[in-house]
């Protein structure tokens, strides 16, 4: 690494800034980059329903094993309080566009606040629900998958928390949202996801 | 506080490391404490914490989110303060750097030190296999030393040092001032020394560093001693690393272009980065879970692979091979960039079939995904997936093909030069066409049963990623060593390192076929006494391999230090990145150039492949010449 000290001399100094970068498509590379970022989010969710499915058919378990059945409403209920987070969300940003501050602020606390309850639900369910990862290969691919969904809960509502109190303090302006438009695209496919998990692991 | 410890950098990065080991104290005492757990003291359990959490406090101490941070908490920013772009000494290379020219170093260098590392093991392997019986090592002990020689050289040599070099060249070559995330970028790169650092360490955890070789077959690795996680919890973050990489190539490819790039006139690496970012994205994330359920199973007593508990064991294979059979080409198609671009130049023609170059590279994405169970046809898996994975398998030979046949084609009638780069480069066509022959081989499942899980399959391996990848690197590195330092490197020892390499290295492989068909087991310390003669004969070649790359380091660091000052374009070459200086300034264009024709018109009367606030860009070694026409013979 000493070697690069000749390196430094070369550079020339005299420039400032960077020049401009050509755009060469009109999609936003901040949206283009989280929409890869979900691509790769999906393989993730892609190899534990693999896992699900092998043990599921390849393994030719009996399904359900005894003492695994799952709480099939209440979960019905959770998703339809995730899935209106979605709502809130998106009129929260709605809102900001139309620069509706009341709305921007009243959006993020509900939709904080059903994603929290989303969550609080799922761990009350793992208390009650009977087995543990540790007792059989469907305990494990249960709480491996809603535990995998769970962890991208928690991070999304991290991002939405910290949206949530922006929102309170004045930031964002009907120019400049992006800091909000980045955290909703990953919560909507939170959100969408946990369809395809409840529907696998709850319904069929 | 003192300043130091408040400034993001090393100071703050080793106290945070602490803090960490603290934290992983605190959270495993607590947990163990409200589960009601006995002793409350555990080891393994702050180990495995520590094994996560450490490496994230570190890079909070070195300031990789700081400016992340500040956004999200809407604190003002200062996005217009280069103070942390381009390097002011080579002290800037040991803090995060958003410069893609300072983080293609950093990633190049820090390869070619695990590449060291690696090989170093290798050599330790092959004194040991030098002669029947133990010599120095134990059995468990040999099985790490090929364990982390194979995990270092892929996931912290040949993966890295590619997106190292396409980091550089990239944004210069499709006429960008940087990548389209710079702090990404830096974030990818100080992933990658966490995840060595943690693969080295394995041989100081109890039990032995990982032995279950790269692959880390469940259940072997469910029930390893502690090591292994060294390996599960790395793995995690040098994939996380190439994930942010790629995605970073693919934003920048797709909306950073200069002004009449249109992607079929994009230079032939940047399309092989485009396509092997595109595997990383789909691919990468297979083998985090495949890691993801091991750690799963071990620390929490989960059951994906207790067969007793319902788990399936050849679930693991299925979901590892699908990310690693694609990893093979995420190693390969860069290096296919690589050649393109220098057999071009070296030949001083333009690329035969071009468009079928690229739509090829597109073709073996594709068909990547669909032959991972070819690895498996001795697992026991269902039966009935074996023939229609050897058909995908000898398939995926014809874009490979498609591209062997465009190079030699180019070459044809060209006017050869054959230099350091270019040696490399034919050296890898032959090289990699017998590696490529015996994967068909391979491909087909009487053959693979009998040579399965012998030296066959290590004579294979290393023809592709040895012959194969390998070279490649070495030859877009002496290629590109111009441009990178701004000297030139020395020839003569170049083409001494090639054929010490050359020779050395078919004398340590080429055997390995030999002695696999005879039935020399892979991975195993000890051998019957009918391979002895041959193996001291690879111990002794692997040798050479290793003393060559000795020549390798000497030149490079001897030319880095004092070298002969680089021409902006040494090799008459069109494409973008040859047309500024070298090494290329701070924000690489003054403006940004327009494009008007193809990357590869060697020869073409009047061919004009970028234009520089008006003036055409010329394939000769000064900067801004008078336009000529493309590859008139101005040397």
Known sequence: ?204 | MPVTLRQPGWSRASASMVLGLAFSYALSIGARAILGYDPLLDGESVMRIALISVPFFFLVGLGCFSYWFRWASGAPTVPEDHSGHGAKSWKSYFYPNTDHKVIGIQYVVTSFFFMFVGGLLAMLIRAELAAPGRQFVDSNAYNGLFSVHASLLIFLFIIPVFAGLANYVLPLMIGAPDMAFPRLNALSYWLLPVAGTMMMLSFFAPGGSFATGWTAYATLSNTAPLGQEFFTIGVQFAGASSIATALNFLVTIITMRAPGMSFFRMPLLVWANFSTSLLVVIATPFVAASQFFVLLDRSLGFNFFDHGQGGDVLMYQHVFWFYSHPAVYIMMLPGFGIVSEILAVKSRKPVFGYRMMAFSLLAIVALGFTVWAHHMFVSGMQTWIRVPMMVTTAIIAVPTGIKIFSWLATMWKGVLKLDTPMLFTMGFLTMFVLGGISGVMLAMIPLTIHVSDTYFIVAHIHYVLFGGSLFTIFAGVYFWFPKMTGRMYDEKLGKLHFWLTFIFFNATFAPMHVIGVQGMPRRVADYAEQFASWNLVISLAAFGTGISSLVFAYNMVASWRGGPRAESNPWRSLTLEWQVSSPPPIFNFDEIPTVVGGPYEYGVPGAVHGVFGGSPTTAGPGRRGPATTAGAPSA
């Open chain 1, 1 to 204: 690494m000493d070697a690069a000290v000749p390196l430094a001399g070369a550079h020339d100094t005299h420039h400032h800034g960077p020049p401009e970068a050509n755009r060469s498509s009109r999609v936003d590379p901040q949206l283009l980059g989280m929409l890869l970022f979900i691509i790769s989010e999906i393989m993730v969710f892609a190899a534990f329903f693999t896992a699900y499915f092998f043990i599921r058919i390849v393994g030719e378990n009996e399904w359900p094993a005894r003492g695994t059945e799952l709480p099939v409403l209440v979960a019905g209920v959770n998703t339809a309080i995730l899935l209106s987070s979605s709502l809130t969300l998106h009129w929260a940003q709605t809102s900001v566009k139309n620069g509706n501050r009341f709305g921007l602020k009243a959006g993020m606390f509900t939709t904080f606040l059903l994603g929290a309850t989303f969550l609080l639900v799922q761990v009350n369910e793992y208390v009650h629900i009977g087995f543990s990862p540790a007792d059989h290969a469907q305990g494990s691919v249960f709480y491996g998958l809603t535990g995998l969904h769970g962890a991208h809960v928690f991070i999304g509502l991290l991002l939405l928390g910290v949206v949530t109190v922006r929102s309170f303090r004045g930031h964002f302006s009907k120019e400049e949202h992006r800091g909000l438009e980045i955290p909703g695209i990953y919560w909507h496919f939170v959100d969408v996801m946990w369809i395809v998990v409840y529907t696998t692991i709850y319904i069929i």
